[in-house]
């Protein structure tokens, strides 16, 4: 079921404890010299279709938010802001009228690192106003952690920026967005995480090509087998809300 594509009384007429809405983030912004400013939302929208498709009468997918809380890519340009507390608001009046029409489950997936703690943060404030609803935020990353390290070669085993995974998945999704010219290793770049600690640095501190790890070595079928496995994971995941007992 997508929220955009039914009618009034369709949605209406959804069994509200036993529908799982999705409501999918991300962002639009720089992605290193090779890879679509959109390259967040492409991954997203992507995913979230493809969860919907497996259960089309359980998960209801709403439109993905495309604008994110980008703020650390703004020094490199070519990129579209939020800033957190409208960011953190807009989350949650987006989902407002769906918990006062009386749905009950709801998982965020998100596809932007930025988007992290202010998604978090926006289901703790509607938690706290609607503490008998299942309320649920992941990075696809986050549920996929295991699929996406088995299907990486280089020496970074997670979803960075603009780097070996993003490129992969863009280059199965949609290869003619790719400048493949301009492909090369990003390596060098700074963590945001020392000694256990979150170091804040914006992205042009962490890397001056504006993108991490090797997507010099990713390809079209390692992005086709990432992919099919991270449908799998977010597939199970959607599976386990709809299984799970609402809180009382």
């Known amino acids: 079921m997508k929220f955009m594509n039914s009618t009034a009384p369709a949605i209406r007429a959804l069994d509200r404890q036993q ?22 939302t492409l991954i997203s929208d992507a995913i979230a279709d493809a969860v919907e498709a497996r259960a ?95 299907h990486l070669t280089g020496e970074d085993k997670a979803v960075g920026h603009a780097c070996e995974a993003e490129t992969a998945l863009i280059l199965h999704l949609r290869p003619e967005l790719v400048d493949t010219a301009a492909v090369e290793s990003a390596m060098g770049w700074k963590p945001d995480a020392v000694e256990g600690m979150f170091i804040c640095r914006d992205m042009k501190q962490r ?27 977010v597939s199970v995941a959607a599976n386990r809300l709809l299984a799970e007992p609402l809180p009382s």
Request: net charge negative; proline share 7%; hydrophobic share 40%.
């Open 56 to 150: 089309p009468d359980r998960v209801l997918r709403l439109p993905t938010q495309w604008i994110g809380s980008s703020a650390h890519h703004l020094r490199l340009g070519a990129t579209l802001d939020s800033e957190l507390p409208t960011y953190i608001q807009l989350l949650c009046q987006t989902l407002q009228p769906l918990l006062e029409m009386g749905f009950c489950r709801f998982l965020i997936l998100n596809g932007h690192g930025g988007n992290i703690d202010p998604m978090r943060v926006a289901v703790r404030q509607l938690q706290s106003q609607w503490p008998d609803r299942l309320l649920a935020a992941a990075s696809y990353w986050s549920i996929a952690e295991a699929v996406i390290a088995d």
């Open 19 to 40: 529908t799982l809405v999705v409501f999918p983030t991300a962002a639009v912004e720089q992605h290193g010299p090779h890879l679509p400013c959109g390259t967040d």
């Open 207 to 233: 890397t001056a090509a504006g993108a991490t790890g090797r997507p010099d070595l990713a390809t079209a079928e390692q992005g086709r087998q990432m992919f099919e496995g991270i449908v799998d994971r």
